[in-house]
């Protein structure tokens, strides 16, 4: 699990692009405290793919049973 500022720096966006995306639902992150979002490891390397393609919507995350 990653903080929303550090998985920022490993995206190369900013802090408040990631709490963004995590607000409007595209991100799927754990609020711990109400200041504190906490990121899976998964959830940055599926973002960090979505940085390599071209246009379009991120890849839907898979159904976790």
Do not use: F, H
């Not at 490993?10 to 711990?32: C, F, T």
């Not at 379009?56 to 049973?65: L, Y």
């Amino acid at each position: 699990m990653v903080t929303v500022t550090e998985a920022a720096r490993e995206l190369g966006v900013s802090a408040r692009a990631v709490q963004n995306r995590i607000l409007a639902g595209e991100m799927r992150a754990e609020k711990v405290t109400p200041r504190l979002y906490l990121i899976a490891r998964s959830e940055v390397d599926r973002w960090k793919l979505v940085g390599k393609r071209k246009g379009g919507r991120p890849p839907k995350p898979k159904a976790t049973e």
